[in-house]
């Protein structure tokens, strides 16, 4: 198949869509994938592409596409009118679809949040066939509920006990992300429980795993005239687990491919047109680009940007629209968090990066392979996020940026494992002047790394005289003390091996060494409570104090990713307040080489 990666048209909003076209002729019938809110649209990401792709296997050219305010399209979650402008952006996509391949028929494959839309765009009268509404419900407020439980969860995750620090914006805050009131308000009013005639129109309803369909919704689609299905959706759960972990729906995506072929012939009914054919006749290249003014008025063109022919990479290269009068020979390259797309943690690096390119910087959101965008294995675990060739794929990008954009010099941002790679590109590259790293888990791959940090916490865990007294009191279970003993056995035998060192002095000492020579700004933003810092107090680790390039900065607890909306803010006051420094004197020496570094 081929792969088309460009912006479309939306009311006032430019939407990022991706689309697969199969490479034999096709018939009259496209999908059109609608995703999930916030951060299960972030775990879903990979899977979903996944479910595009096979569909697309199937001679069915699909699009998958970002809802306004999210993702790579542009706006924000405070948008006046978002909600509205959801449900029309469905009809809009499903236009693009048809006017790119040339199908006459959509059908749509919503999940969650995004079937709720779909639906409603239907009942409004959006030109869709047919339906495929994965985990919806019929009243907006009973997943508003759930998205409430789940915000005063996280919440107690990283208060501590102590009152939550007030948020920048009002709102709800799920996962990271931000539901204004009137999107809220919105939501809460949506109801699908009466619909108008829909007659005709064929509905899959998946369930999540074993969690039953609505039956209201069920009952609403029957008395509207339209046929429905009712099948289980499996796989709801693993597809939405954390995105290093989410795995494909395998058995639903297929369940879907055979709805779609087996029911509509059409599908089978082919044109005899092409895919190169119909894509000369739209007009469309695997590069594309938008411009826009930003709140200040200052336009920024963003293009995409991909690295390789076989098993790409994918990235969004944002700059500002017009060449300034001092032109940047550093470019900001934003690393994966771990496993998540290059809209970074919370999209906070498509606000960086397009803040930072209005102020005339070249920013570059990158996907390694196997992660969002980019071709390579469909999922990578913990320690495929730990590989030297993460390390290697940096640098080849970085080799691309110098030859088609003249950049000669970089500054990496990256949390997690992106930091962990911004450190060891630092090390190796003297043209890297500045890596801003966040709450690294580690600086040197250890695949017992995390076992020795459990032995750890378990182990204090029964250190209190109120511990043992449960123990013996019989409110303990047993296996859970037979765990416990056979975990402090296995510490006492470590502890003649090794002296539990979590950090690596000689490694420490020598990457400290390389940062010093090659003159490299080092900034470590850590939460408290990160494992990492502690183990640095602990061992002794901290930046060396004849280092003035290197600093490490301790913000309270918001968790790994920053998920709350003030500690969202802090990470981008801190990010920026750094990268001013690092380009201020870039402005002052275009070598970048010679200045001390301004404390």
Request: charged share 20%; glycine share 8%; aromatic share 8%.
């Amino acid at each position: 198949m081929n792969t088309i990666h460009r912006w479309f048209r939306s009311g006032v909003y430019s939407l990022m869509g991706h689309l697969d076209v199969p490479e034999l002729p096709f018939g009259r019938l496209g999908v059109l994938i609608v995703p999930p809110f916030g951060w299960e649209d972030v775990c879903s990401y990979r899977p979903l592409r996944f479910l595009g792709k096979s569909l697309a296997a199937s001679a069915l050219p699909v699009m998958r596409f970002d809802l306004p305010g999210t993702g790579d399209s542009s706006g924000n979650a405070l948008d006046a009118g978002l909600f509205e402008a959801w449900i029309q952006s469905i009809d809009d996509a499903a236009a693009e679809l048809r006017a790119a391949t040339g199908v006459a028929d959509v059908a749509v494959v919503g999940i969650r949040l995004g079937a709720m839309l779909a639906l409603a765009a239907a009942a409004r009268g959006s030109n869709l066939q047919h339906l495929i509404l994965w985990g919806a419900t019929a009243e907006g407020r009973s997943m508003l509920r759930e998205l409430r439980a789940f915000s005063r969860m996280e919440h107690r995750e990283y208060s501590n006990g102590d009152a939550s620090a007030p948020q920048p914006f009002p709102g709800l805050e799920i996962g990271g992300f931000l539901l204004a009131p009137e999107t809220q308000q919105a939501i809460n009013e949506l109801s699908l429980a009466t619909l108008p005639e829909m007659r005709g129109r064929h509905v899959l309803l998946l369930s999540r795993d074993e969690i039953p369909t609505d039956a209201k919704l069920t009952c609403a689609l029957r008395a509207a005239g339209c046929v429905v299905t009712q099948e289980t959706g499996r796989g709801y759960a693993t597809m939405m687990a954390m995105p290093h972990e989410a795995t494909p729906p395998v058995a639903t995506v297929r369940l879907i491919a055979e709805f779609l072929t087996q029911r509509f012939p059409l599908a089978h009914e082919t044109c005899g047109t092409t895919n190169d054919e119909l894509c000369r006749a739209a007009n469309i290249t695997t590069q594309s680009s938008r411009t826009e003014l930003d709140d200040s008025g200052i336009g920024i063109l963003e293009t995409i940007f991909t690295v390789g022919s076989s098993e790409c990479m994918f990235g969004i290269l944002s700059k500002p629209a017009l060449p300034p009068a001092q032109p940047s020979e550093s470019c900001v390259l934003f690393l994966n968090a771990g496993a998540v797309r290059h809209i970074g943690p919370n999209r906070m690096w498509v606000e960086a990066a397009r803040r930072w390119a209005a102020q005339g910087a070249v920013c570059l959101r990158l996907d390694l392979k196997g992660v969002g965008e980019s071709d390579g294995a469909q999922r990578l675990g913990t320690a495929d996020l730990y590989q030297d060739q993460m390390v290697q794929q940096i640098e080849i990008a970085m080799d691309s940026l110098r030859s088609r954009v003249g950049i000669q010099r970089f500054i990496v941002i990256g949390l997690c494992s992106g930091a962990f790679w911004a450190f060891h590109a630092a090390i190796r590259n003297p043209d890297i002047r500045a890596a801003i790293m966040l709450n690294p888990r580690l600086f040197f791959w250890d695949p017992e790394v995390d076992r020795r940090r459990l032995l750890q916490r378990t182990v204090k865990g029964l250190s209190e005289w109120d511990d043992w007294y449960r123990l013996a009191r019989g409110y303990v279970p047993l296996e859970k003390i037979k765990k416990v003993a056979q975990i402090a056995l296995e510490r006492f035998q470590a502890r003649g091996r090794d002296r539990q060192r979590q950090i690596h002095p000689h490694a420490m000492a020598r990457a400290w060494a390389a940062l010093e020579r090659n003159q490299t700004h080092i900034t470590l933003i850590f939460t408290e409570g990160e494992p990492l810092l502690t183990e640095m107090h602990q061992e002794g680790q901290m930046p060396p104090e004849t280092c003035p390039r290197i600093q490490c900065l301790r913000v309270a607890n918001g968790g790994h990713t920053f998920r709350p909306l003030w500690a969202q803010k802090l990470a981008h006051e801190l990010m920026d307040e750094q990268l001013g420094k690092v380009l201020f004197e870039e402005r002052l020496t275009p070598s970048g080489i010679g200045l001390p570094n301004q404390q």
